[in-house]
């Protein structure tokens, strides 16, 4: 589109802010410094934008409404007159130190007079909420809501006709105005994706809002950003204390040494896991020893015992691919033999056993890292009740220092920065939407994959909450395809897959020989590193997408010789 934007005088564009080119913005509008408005837009009367916030290209914002920072607004959007965004979920005027929930409008949503929407919500694309809506959970692209708060009234197509007031979507998401629109043809189904990637990073406007406040405050390491981390990580994993480190492997060698885990002393861990379990517990001295996994990939606790011998000190669980170990039998054992419990839960931020959040199970120790469910970059997290060991890891992460120069154990610097610290509180007040998200795609890929012959979908034991940082199905030996064959098809449809793991982690050289490490016996395990393979679960998946993932996945295991 050409052509300056339209500015009414009344209106005040404050320097910094980017409007786009044929965008139009009427009387009294204010519109903040580093917000960008894309082209085509309309905004009514009064109409308030926030820093920092982003809005598409041909949206329509009425009069009357402010669209307050961590709220973002995809292309061809509506938003009806007087509709109100919220950006904090507990609002008290004396709250200095709140944070920003973020809110998405994707493309061609339309948000009608009057509503609420509450702040951490999605509004998926063509979705429908109806005038005078409270919106306080995700709204399924096309689907229309209504109602205090707002519920299912139906199904709508792009130009807003309504096509079924069931339950479940139909298959096809278009009236016969839309095929009229179109030329009387009917409207293609949208091609295959370019490519769909296993995990994919997203980051919005509140937690580049967060990054600029961190830096205009001039304190970039261990200030009160990491303070506000903590404790709303802890609140949120039903802990006392929570203690930000540099890495989730920081987590895990912190915790073991807080305990006291050093040479002489066994580990007892599972074996299908990533290298940084394995290191953490060489870099403390101690030996590593395995146990064999499940029939749900995580360790068994029925094979534990036997691998108990004097010097065993502590169990490390792995909660792999968000489901989490059988902690109760873990826990029993260890009260009964006075072992410490440890966790890797680097794959599982908000899982429960028994409705409890598993960091209330001894001691947790989660990652930050990239492809985390939530993420600052780098990054790691311990959770424990146990005051004296918070206090330890306190004093491990710097140094071993309590005051300035005040040294009172050898410690190193597992400091988390305020920089990743104010990223990874914008993210960690998304989790319950982000796991709820990625729950509602693992259930459609299940769904979808259940009846192939030689696949086993993944199952969640009952009592157990997954939060499916990966979704990993099994092939079965001796079927029509393998794993690596599937793996091969899905590349060539432009869908990214991957083996976790395909090793037992003491199997690479550099641990074949290693005196620390105990070669245990795990048939269970080494029969999954030749048949699991992850598939894409992410947030950012859309429909087309996970329905392209079950067609490829089920032409290539249907259509494999036999």
Known sequence: MTGAPFIHPTAAIEPGAQVGAGTKIWHHSHIRRGSVIGTGCTL????????????????????????????????????????????DLRPRAGNVNWQVRPTRVLRGASIGANATIVCGVEIGEYGMVGAGAVVTGTVRPHQLVAGNPARHHGWICACGEVLSRAADRPGAMRCRDCDRQA????????????????????????????????????????????????????CLHGTAHAVAVSSGTAALVAALRAHGIGPGDEVITSPL?????????????????????????????????????????????????????????????????????????????????????????????????????????????????????????????????????????????????????????????????INESRARNAARLSAGLADLPGLTVPAVPAGREHVWHQYTVQLTAGERICRDELRSRLAACGIDSRPYYPRLVHEYACYRDHPQVVRDDTPEARKATSQVLSLPVHPALTPQDIDWILRCVREAVLTAPA
């Open 183 to 234: 030329g009387s043809v009917p409207v293609p189904e949208p091609g295959p994706p370019a490519y769909i990637p296993l995990s994919k990073v997203e980051m919005g406007p509140a937690e580049e809002a967060a990054v600029l406040d961190v830096l205009r405050s001039g304190m970039l390491s261990g200030g009160p950003k990491v303070a506000e981390f903590e404790e709303a990580f802890a």
């Open 273 to 433: 896991t990533f290298a940084a379990t394995l290191n953490a517990i060489l870099e403390v001295g101690a030996t590593a020893r395995f146990c064999d996994i499940a029939g749900d990939f995580t360790l068994d606790p029925g094979q534990l015992e036997p691998q108990l011998t004097p010097r065993t000190r502590a169990v490390l669980p792995v909660h792999l691919y968000g489901l989490p170990t059988a902690m109760d039998a873990v826990c029993g054992l260890a009260r009964r033999h006075g072992l410490a419990v440890i966790q890797d839960a680097a794959q599982a931020h908000g899982a429960r056993v028994a409705a409890r959040p598993i960091g209330s199970f001894g001691t947790a120790t989660y990652s930050l890292y990239a492809t985390k469910n939530i993420t600052c970059g780098e990054g790691g997290v311990v959770t424990t009740d146990d005051d004296d060991i918070a206090d330890r890891i306190r004093l491990l992460r710097n140094q071993g220092m309590r005051e300035r120069y005040e040294y009172v154990m050898t410690g190193s610097n597992y400091r988390l920065t305020d920089l990743q610290a104010a990223i990874a509180t914008v993210q960690l007040a998304r989790l319950p939407q």
């Open 44 to 87: 009514g009367k009064n109409v308030f934008v926030d820093e920092g916030v982003r809005i598409g290209d041909r949206v329509k914002i009425q009069n009357n409404v402010s669209v307050y920072r961590g709220v973002e607004i995809g292309d061809e959007a509506l938003v009806g007159p007087s509709a109100v965004f919220t950006n």
